[in-house]
C-alpha cells in the first residue's frame, strides 16, 4: 500500500467519501421463506446474508439448556468466492469461530433471551463478498434477520468501524483502508441507550485519539440506524399488502 493516499488534502478518501461518510447500503428483509427469519445487505461492495431459527427446543444435548434465557448460537462463514483469494475452508477455521464468538457476544447483550428460558435461537451468517467492514455488515445483516424473526430485543444493534488516518478518524472502512495497516476499530452500538454490545481495536492507538474514533464509529453507528430502520418499516407496509391490511 506504500505510496497510496489514503485521505486527500481536500478530505477526501480514495473512494470519492468524505472522512464520516457511510458506504452506501442496501438491504431487504425476507428473502428466505423457509427460515424463520432473514435479511439480505449490500454495505458497498461488501456482501452478507443472515438466517435466524428459533426461539426453538435445545438441539442435542439437553444439560445445554440454561433455565433462565435462552441460548444464542451463532455461526459464521464466508463463500470461497467472497475475497479474491479462494478458500478451502469457508467455515471452521480460526477467523470464522472467532467472528462466531464475536457474533453471540454482540447479540446477547441485544436480545432478550430472558423470555425464552431453555430454548435456542440460532443465527447463521454467511459473507458472499468482503470489501470491507465485514463484522459491522454481519451484524446489521443478523439485525434485520432477528427482527424479521420476530425475537424480541432492547434495541436494534447496528455496527460499523472506523479507522484513523493523518490525524483524521474515517467511518466504514473500505478493504483498501483495512489493508493499510493503520489502528481499526469495529463498534456494534445499541443507539437508543447508547450502550456498547461489543468494541475491539486491531492495531495501537495512542489514547488522545481513541475519542475521536470512537465518536466517529458511534455517530455512523446511528446513521446505520437511520437507514435499517427505514428498511424495517418499508418492510412492515410491504407485509401489511400482501395480508390485505
Known amino acids: 500500500m506504500a505510496g497510496l493516499e489514503l485521505l486527500s488534502d481536500q478530505g477526501y478518501r480514495v473512494d470519492g467519501r468524505r472522512a464520516g461518510e457511510l458506504r452506501k447500503i442496501q438491504a431487504r428483509m425476507g428473502v428466505f421463506a423457509q427460515a424463520d427469519g432473514s435479511a439480505y445487505i449490500e454495505q458497498g461492495n461488501t456482501k452478507a ?3 435466524v431459527y428459533g426461539p426453538h ?11 433462565d434465557r435462552a441460548l444464542v448460537n451463532c455461526q459464521y462463514s464466508s463463500a470461497t468466492f467472497s475475497t479474491g483469494e479462494r478458500k478451502r475452508r469457508p467455515h471452521g477455521d480460526r477467523k470464522s469461530c472467532e467472528m462466531g464468538l464475536q457474533l453471540r457476544q454482540t447479540f446477547e447483550a441485544a436480545i432478550l433471551t430472558q423470555l425464552h428460558p431453555r430454548s435456542q435461537i440460532d443465527i447463521y451468517v454467511q459473507v458472499l463478498q468482503a470489501d470491507g467492514g465485514t463484522y459491522a455488515a454481519c451484524v446489521n445483516a443478523a439485525t434485520l434477520a432477528v427482527l424479521d424473526a420476530g425475537v424480541p430485543m432492547r434495541d436494534f444493534v447496528c455496527a460499523c468501524s472506523a479507522g484513523f488516518v493523518d490525524g483524521t478518524a474515517l467511518a466504514d472502512l473500505s478493504h483498501v483502508e483495512e489493508a493499510a495497516g493503520g489502528p481499526q476499530l469495529a463498534l456494534a452500538l445499541l443507539p437508543a441507550s447508547g450502550q456498547i454490545a461489543l468494541l475491539e481495536m486491531d492495531a495501537r492507538l495512542h489514547e488522545d485519539h481513541l475519542e475521536q474514533v470512537l465518536e466517529a464509529a458511534a455517530r455512523a453507528a446511528r446513521d446505520v440506524h437511520a437507514l435499517l430502520d427505514r428498511v ?7 407485509a401489511s399488502v400482501l395480508l390485505g391490511d
Do not use: D, T
Not at 442435542?60 to 433455565?67: N, Q
Open 49 to 51: 446474508l443472515a438466517v
Open 57 to 67: 427446543e435445545i438441539r442435542g444435548s439437553r444439560a445445554r439448556a440454561l433455565p
Open 232 to 238: 424495517v418499516r418499508q418492510h412492515v407496509r410491504e
